[in-house]
């Protein structure tokens, strides 16, 4: 399982679906272009309440998966904990992968 959704996300990483950090991923959301964000598990606990809050109050669908070095390695990123998908497509895959571990 966890081998298919580090595929979607690399996959959407190349076909320009994906976009990652904090500021791109608010200025997506502000913007209405995400259909979900995706937060790694060690992030301060700060930043993983101010974006649940941020994505609970623009309905965008938010989870929580993995780490940061390996979500970063998988996407070509450099230490980027906050990832955005802004394919409806590979929004549905990923969620569907990562509800089913």
């Known amino acids: 399982m966890r081998k298919k959704v580090d595929s979607y996300m690399g996959f959407a990483a190349k076909s ?22 995706i937060l790694s598990g060690d992030l301060s606990d700060n930043t993983i309440k101010k974006m649940t809050k941020l994505a609970k109050d623009n309905e965008v669908p938010m ?14 990123s450099r230490e980027r904990g906050i990832f955005g998908i802004t394919d409806a497509n590979f929004a549905d895959a990923i969620l569907k992968e990562i509800d089913g571990e």
């Open 16 to 37: 320009r679906n994906l976009v990652s950090g904090y500021h791109t991923c608010l200025h997506a959301i502000k913007q209405k272009r995400l259909k979900l964000l």
């Open 63 to 76: 989870r929580i998966y993995g780490k940061t070095e390996e979500l970063s390695k998988v996407t070509g």
